[in-house]
């Protein structure tokens, strides 16, 4: 489109009026004679000058015979009188300067009035946001929606690009077909989810997924905090949410992606402020307007993520609004080992890097765990020299990312030492012992982490999401393994079975009051429902519950004994290996790190014990 063509009359006075000062002056000059006023005063003398105008600073005078070149009249620069006169006694030739002080001028007024208007405008532009604009955040566009918007130009994302989630990508897929295909959805009388909502422990690839679907369909997508609709200001979160609706529909086809749904949707009443008067609470409410007089038929669609759909309002998750959930899980080995063939392709991996034994090793990993993971094995080889990534920098990655940092400059005396490496060593023999149970893959006295003085990595054999009493009991008995083994050797226990007395304690109360596993206390859950956060973590029960104080006796005795039971079976499987344990723990100590094959081949206890 070619640019417009504006006419300001402004600029036409102003051309003409410089054409008629220019006339003027040629007009002049073409009159008037300019010379010295020393010559000025010898043609007054000799009777030339008929009549002469006389200023401050000049004269002007007409001449009664014109000049040889026909100009009647004359001008000078007057000098004062005196010194004239005196320049007259001698014979000098004299002439006047004015001083030309018009800039002086000018600037005295246009300088003031111009500095004025640069810091009007200065303030101006900051306050309604504009160029370079921080200061109070754009007054004047604080209603304004800040949602990021990209072109489908810009978008380079697809869902080759996003692995591990193909249930919530073919859940997508519909969205993609309908934004290419709007009618064909309305054949049957079938209409599109208006919102959908993507649900998923942090990092999982929510953020991405959505990108993806955008890339797909082609379209406009339109990125936005749920965060960046609160302000302090009341009033603003609403504004902006109709601004962000209003955009959209201006730029439809398009999607519109709300990331962190939960700072935006939290349930009311949850808040201090009540009675829907908070900022927070309108911001709310206006949402659910917008979706209510939401039509996806003009193809608009909403998108949004979260990893608290348990603080969502209820009325934000009713269908007619967020019609769809889609779950975003951790991935599966299949799922771990497609996202790492996708990260493994940004870095030189080697030739026998077996992805499926990486992806065996990092059971729990989501998305954003697999791609550090890749990104600090390169970091690893490339620390050492290495042309390319071996599987050696994956396992060291790996321990960096679940034990933490290696602490080689914290120094234990050779009593902690021998401490650490008999605890260490009495997990990895229950483990050994125990069937059924995770493979122990490492164990080292080498101080990572925080406050870890040693730890074991176990490697799970597959994923699960069961488990029954036994294998509770099981892993118990491995947390406990490390203080048997201290009170076997040393007869005395230390402070660094804390953080497994804490595992051990709540899989044994989880064991009792949620999940129904004592005998004495029968098929019954003793603690209220507590939100299902998707951190992954295992619930700690609450120390209060609908209960009688003789029930709550009855539930710390079960508790006890649960654990006083897995702490006596590790201290019998440890004493019948003793020998064992000797021989790992001098070898642990001398080499500081033993791999599976450097321990022993123990024959597992027999799956049946005392259950009472």
Known sequence: ?????????????????????????????????????????????????????????????????????GRSQIFAVRVDPDLAQDLDRFGVTYTGIIQNNFLSKILSWVLPVLLFFVLWMYVFRRAIGGAGGGGMGGLLQVGKSKAKIHMETDIKVDFEDVAGVDEAKAELQEIVQFLKEPGAYGRLGARIPKGTLLVGPPGCGKTLLARAVAGEAGVTFFSVSGSEFVEMFVGVGAA?????????RKSAPC????????????????????????EAEQTLNQLLAELDGFDPSVGVVLLAATNRPEILDPALLRPGRFDRQVLVDRPEKIGREQILRVHMKKIAVGASVSIGNIAGLTAGFTGADLANLCNEAAILATRRGAE???????????????????????????????????HETGHALVTLALPGVEVVQKISIIPRGIGALGYTIQRPTEDRYLMTRDELENKMAILLGGRAAEMLVFAKISTGAADDLNKATDIARNMVMRYGMDETLG???????????????????GLGGPYSPET????????????????????????????????????????ETLTAEDLPKLPPEPDTHASA
């Open 1 to 69: 489109m070619e640019p417009k063509t504006h006419f300001n009359f402004w600029y036409f006075v102003i051309a003409m009026l410089a054409i008629m000062m220019i006339q003027q002056w040629w007009q002049e000059s073409q009159q008037v004679e300019t010379v010295p006023y020393s010559e000025f005063h010898a043609l007054l003398r000799d009777g030339k000058v008929a009549e002469v105008s006389v200023a401050d600073d000049y004269v002007r005078g007409k001449l009664r015979e014109p000049l040889p070149d």
């Open 552 to 591: 709550a006796r009855e539930i710390d005795v079960a508790v006890r004994k649960l654990i006083e039971r897995a702490f006596e079976r590790a201290t019998a499987i440890l004493t019948r290996h003793r020998r064992e344990l000797d021989d790992v723990a001098a070898k642990l100590l001398e080499l």
């Open 523 to 541: 098929q019954a859950i003793y603690t209220e429902d507590q939100p299902q956060f998707l951190s992954g973590m295992l619930d700690r029960p």
């Open 255 to 278: 999607i519109i992606f709300v990331d962190e749904l939960d700072a935006l949707g939290r349930a009311r009443g949850l808040t201090p402020v009540s009675g829907g008067s908070g």
């Open 240 to 248: 902006r949410v109709r601004d962000l609706f209003e955009q959209a």
């Open 388 to 422: 390319e990534v071996a599987t050696e920098d994956f396992v060291g990655a790996i321990e960096r990312i679940v034990a933490g940092l290696e602490k080689k400059n914290r120094l234990l005396n050779p009593y902690e030492r021998n401490v650490v490496a008999f």
